[in-house]
């Protein structure tokens, strides 16, 4: 009989137990032993998930993901050279970065950094230790990007703003919002400096606990009108508008190779007609897996999603969230399921999603100024573009990817959980808090609708 060989541990009287054992894959294994009761869930690696999702892939969006994550990995480098005096820093120092850039040994940070030679430039000192510096470009484009965030300030207030006003208790852990500083176009300084500036929209207060949150100051009524609203129906800021209950169908786009949308029409349009509660009303009365509830849910992630640059967040990211805008715990089951409204990117470590209507092919339908900077930035690196589609997932990177970023695929493995005193912990990876196991249930919930 085939399976896979794990090892288990257990406890008894306080001392700790090792068992090996032989899983089947794709069970639930559940039994008694000569000490406690087991349980071992197996949660399919990352590459079997992928093989399953196959109908579901947009090679266009997968290539905007390749894109994106390139363009994050440079920035990264040169904001921590703008961190540091004279902006200039040893090799040996960026050793310490190698999770933040996905660049796993033997590779060689000098190798990665050699791969955009217009951006970064390279030299010894007399002891011979190799240094790392920006060329001039470099640093002209990191002073371009200081201005477009300035200028980017207002509009970032307004969404942090309005992320306070979904939000059930109107504030927001600072620990959190960092995670979005980049996808909202939030500058370095965001919590020492940014946070300050807008003392009419927020102001941050620290309770009881010690933890530091973003708290709302006034509600604007204006801010209150989702984008689909505005979209839509048209509505201005300058409209009487008080957010409720909504009817409004959400733009949908189908990967081309999914052919159960025709199957499933009457379902979608069931859906598409059902009624929920605008993301800015206070949500604390629907009760929590409903249909009304997860529909709601769907509204507060197209509104986030609609706030970011790339019209696409890391899902890891969202998850920090569930509790503040009241949202369900099996985030990537909608996600799956709603594949016409969001695409999930199962590429590398971290999964993606993405709000299709933002995207034509691989562009950005609408391109503010820091994404027209990054695509600037990517023409200063050793990636060329994609010349061939992403024909499978163990091929996630093509040889233009491999020779900038000198890294592999970072799929992920076997997660087992264990029940200890009625609760279940999950042994997980600390890159995402729900990529495989959640998919894969979800995968497998979505194939028998």
């Known amino acids: 009989m085939g399976g896979l060989r794990c090892w288990l541990q257990f406890y008894r ?244 190779s999914y052919k159960k949308m025709y199957r499933y029409r009457g379902k979608i349009e069931h859906f598409q007609k059902r009624s929920y509660l605008s993301p800015y009303a206070d949500a604390r009365g629907l009760e929590a897996g409903s249909k009304e509830f997860d529909k709601r849910a769907i509204a507060v992630m197209h509104e986030l999603l609609s706030f970011t640059l790339e019209k696409r967040l890391v899902t890891d990211h969202l998850t920090h969230f569930r509790r503040e805008f009241v949202m369900p715990q099996k985030l990537m089951r909608i996600f799956l399921k709603h594949c016409g409204i969001f695409y999930v990117s199962e590429r590398g470590k971290r999964f993606s999603v993405f709000l299709t209507e933002g995207y034509e092919g691989p562009e950005l339908i609408e391109k503010c100024p820091l994404i027209l900077w990054k695509e600037k930035l990517l023409k200063f690196t050793g990636y060329r573009g994609r010349k061939r589609d992403i024909q499978t997932y163990s091929d996630t990177l093509d040889m233009e990817e491999r020779e900038l970023l000198e890294s592999g695929s970072g799929d992920e493995d076997l997660s087992v959980g264990f029940e200890k005193d009625g609760d279940y912990d999950d042994v997980v990876t600390d890159d995402d808090e729900m990529d495989i196991g959640e998919v894969n249930d979800a995968y497998e919930e979505n194939s028998k609708v």
């Not at 002073?143 to 979904?166: F, I, P």
């Not at 709302?216 to 409720?244: F, M, Q, R, Y």
Request: aromatic share 10%; glycine share 6%.
């Open 13 to 256: 009287n306080g001392n700790a137990h090792n068992v090996f054992a032989i899983m089947p894959e794709r069970n639930v294994l559940y039994g008694e032993s000569s000490f406690r009761r087991v349980w071992v869930r197996f949660m399919t690696s990352s590459k079997r998930v992928q093989d399953r999702s196959r109908e579901k892939r947009v090679q266009e969006l997968e290539i905007a993901t390749e894109k994106w994550k390139i363009a994050s990995k440079v920035i990264f480098l040169m904001e921590v050279l703008k961190g540091e005096r004279d902006m200039i820093m040893t090799v040996r120092s960026f050793e310490q970065y190698r999770r933040q850039i996905n660049l796993p040994k033997p590779h060689k940070i000098s190798d990665f950094i050699r791969k955009s030679p217009k951006l970064f430039e390279l030299y010894k000192d007399q002891r011979g230790v190799l240094w790392c510096g920006l060329t001039e470009g470099g640093e002209d484009l990191l002073d371009e990007h200081d201005k477009l965030l300035e200028e980017n300030g207002d509009k970032a207030a307004e969404h942090v703003t309005r992320c306070l006003m979904m939000s059930v208790d109107k504030k927001l852990p600072l620990d959190k919002i960092v995670h979005f500083r980049r996808d909202f176009g939030l500058p370095l300084d965001f919590r020492i400096n940014w946070v300050y500036n807008f003392p009419q929209h927020f102001k941050v207060v620290k309770l009881g606990d010690g933890e530091e949150y973003l708290e709302l100051v006034s509600w604007n009524p204006a801010w209150a009108i989702t984008e689909l609203e505005k979209k839509t129906l048209g509505i201005t800021e300058d409209c009487e508008h008080k957010p409720g209950m909504l009817s409004l169908a959400f733009p949908m786009k189908f990967p081309p």
